[in-house]
């Protein structure tokens, strides 16, 4: 059993375990997804790369994230760079009492400037820590048609997909200095930037095992950059 919550003290390993941590929001995604969606996808990408890796742990989520941009939404809930910086140390400098080595897996981009910042600091003080994103090649930004497809996958009853309709589906980094100026409120007034029509679960299979595929070969080549993030496997010459 490779979850930390369900198994039992003396099952976890005494020469230390790599621990895989997700990570990921409670924020608006849209009419049709739930706001658990950026956790859902960094705890099945975490899951399914523990599965391929013998000893891995995965710990319970951090569900709570830095979400600010979504502020103008009701049910965010973001707790901002700060607070999440402090939770990560802390979560670490924890896990380093019978831990061998911990990966966060990161769901929400929201989260990177505080994963560079936390996890730089973690590895200054010398823990065997990095982190690796739940980024998909090619995928539209929030709520979109990348998303829905993954979430249509793994938890299909949790899609309302009559509620589904386009946002913004500007390039994000075009929308970027909007985003930072007044919110994803400001330029998607549902909340959706991309166009989730055409999602299907098909889809999102082949997504999800892509990202895993990808996750599972950051972990193993173990390469972090001077951030801590895992590089990617071409990068890494794997």
Same mark, same amino acid.
């Given at each position: ?86 939770? =990560?140390? *802390?979560? /670490?400098?924890? @896990?380093?009492?019978?831990?061998? #080595?911990? %990966?966060?897996? !990161? +769901?929400?981009? $929201? ?60 390039? =994000?980094? *075009?929308? /970027?200095?909007? @985003?930072?100026?007044?919110?994803? #409120?400001? %330029?998607?007034? !549902? +909340?959706?930037? $991309? ?44």
């Amino acid at each position: 059993m490779n979850d930390l919550a369900r198994t039992v003290w003396p099952r976890v390993p005494a020469t230390g375990a790599l621990v895989l941590v997700p990570v990921g929001s409670t924020e608006q995604h849209g009419p049709h997804l739930p706001f658990t969606t950026d956790t859902v996808i960094a705890r099945a990408v975490a899951g399914g790369a523990a599965e391929r890796l013998p000893g891995t742990l995965v710990a319970p989520a951090i569900a709570f994230g830095n979400s600010g941009e979504h502020a103008g939404f009701p049910g965010t809930i973001s707790i901002g760079h700060e607070a999440l910086r402090f939770v =990560l140390i *802390e979560t /670490m400098r924890s @896990l380093a009492l019978w831990a061998r #080595r911990v %990966v966060f897996v !990161n +769901g929400h981009g $929201g989260n990177v400037r505080t994963l560079d910042d936390a996890v730089a600091s973690l590895r200054a003080e010398g823990h065997d820590v990095a982190w690796t994103p739940c980024v998909f090649p090619g995928g539209d930004a929030h709520a979109g048609r990348t998303e829905t497809s993954v979430m249509l996958h793994l938890v299909p009853q949790e899609v309302r997909r009559e509620a589904a309709a386009a946002g913004d589906t500007r390039p =994000l980094a *075009e929308l /970027m200095p909007l @985003l930072i100026d007044g919110g994803v #409120r400001s %330029v998607a007034a !549902n +909340g959706v930037l $991309g166009d989730p029509t055409g999602a299907s679960a098909a889809e999102g299979r082949t997504l999800l095992g892509a990202l895993i595929g990808e996750t599972v070969r950051r972990i193993t080549a173990f390469t972090p950059d001077a951030r801590g993030r895992l590089t990617a496997a071409q990068e890494a010459g794997v």
